[in-house]
C-alpha cells in the first residue's frame, strides 16, 4: 500500500508534497475530507509501533485540553487519534511496508532519500 496523508490546509504539508517525488503509485489523502479509520490507524501502528508515534503534541486541540498534564496510554492516544484528524502527526508517508511520519528535516529526508531510490 502506497498513501501519503496529508493535510490540505497545511502549508508545511503542502510544501513537503511538492518536494518529495510522490510517483502516481501513491495515494494522496487528505485527513481532513477523510479521517483515518480503524483499520487504516492500527496498519500504521504495527509500521510504527506505537499509537504515540503518530500523534502530534503540537495540534492544538491537545493543548486545548490541556492533555499534557494527563498521562496519556497508548489507547488513549489510539481513541484521540481516532476522534480528531488534527491529532496526526503529518505528513505521513506510507510506501508499501515502509513509512515515515512528521515533517522534522531528518524525516523528510529520509524520504525523499527513498523515493528517489525507488
Do not use: W
Not at 492500527?42 to 504515540?52: I, K, N, P
Not at 515515515?100 to 527513498?114: D, P, R, S, Y
Amino acid at each position: 500500500m502506497r498513501i501519503f496523508y496529508y493535510l490540505s490546509s497545511c502549508d508545511t504539508c503542502k510544501r513537503i508534497k511538492a518536494e518529495l517525488s510522490l510517483d502516481a503509485s501513491i495515494k494522496r489523502v487528505d485527513i481532513k475530507k477523510n479521517p483515518l479509520n480503524a483499520v487504516q490507524l492500527d496498519a500504521l501502528h504495527t509500521l510504527s509501533g506505537s499509537y504515540e508515534a503518530l500523534f502530534s503534541k503540537r495540534a492544538q486541540l491537545y493543548k486545548q485540553r490541556n492533555l499534557k498534564e494527563q498521562a496519556l496510554s497508548e489507547t488513549d492516544f489510539r481513541a484521540l487519534l481516532l476522534e480528531h484528524y488534527t491529532f496526526l502527526k503529518r505528513p505521513v508517508l506510507l510506501y508499501d511496508s515502509k513509512l515515515f511520519v512528521g515533517n522534522t528535516a531528518k524525516v523528510i529526508a529520509e524520504a525523499k532519500a527513498f523515493l528517489d531510490e525507488q
